[in-house]
């Protein structure tokens, strides 16, 4: 069955960099698009870009800039890297397999559980 679990999350001052991971499996991982959303409690989630099969990647509007999305097919992963952080970054990121960067609810075919980013 498809799995994906993050990790890399915790707390960071502003201005400070973090890099998230996602390890996935359960199918095709080469072939599959792969995204990263977040979500803060009691607002809508956001996708922040995705990236597919051969590594391009796109990102949503207010996350260029600040954020990467890289995936190594090799094994299995698919990372986050987070610069610049504020305070308004804090959020639960989740690793997505079949992103829709639709505005204003993205959406995918499967979801991580979850890691909390804690901006202070």
């Known amino acids: 069955h498809v799995q994906l679990v993050e990790s890399g999350g915790g707390s960071v001052q502003a201005g400070g960099s973090l890099r998230l991971s996602c390890l996935s499996g359960?199918?095709?991982?080469?072939?599959?698009?792969m995204g990263w959303f977040r979500q803060v409690p009691k607002k809508e989630r956001e996708g922040i870009g995705a990236?597919?099969?051969?590594?391009?990647?796109t990102y949503t509007e207010s996350m260029k800039g600040r954020f990467t999305i890289s995936r190594d097919n090799a094994k299995n992963m698919v990372y986050l890297q987070m610069n610049s952080l504020k305070t308004e970054d804090t959020a639960v990121y989740y690793c997505?397999?079949?992103?829709?960067?639709?505005?204003?609810?993205?959406?995918?075919?499967?979801w991580g559980q979850g890691t909390q980013v804690t901006v202070s």
């Open positions: 990236i597919d099969e051969s590594g391009t990647t």
């Open positions: 997505v397999r079949d992103p829709f960067l639709v505005v204003p609810t993205p959406a995918g075919s499967y």
């Open positions: 359960g199918y095709n991982f080469a072939s599959a698009c």
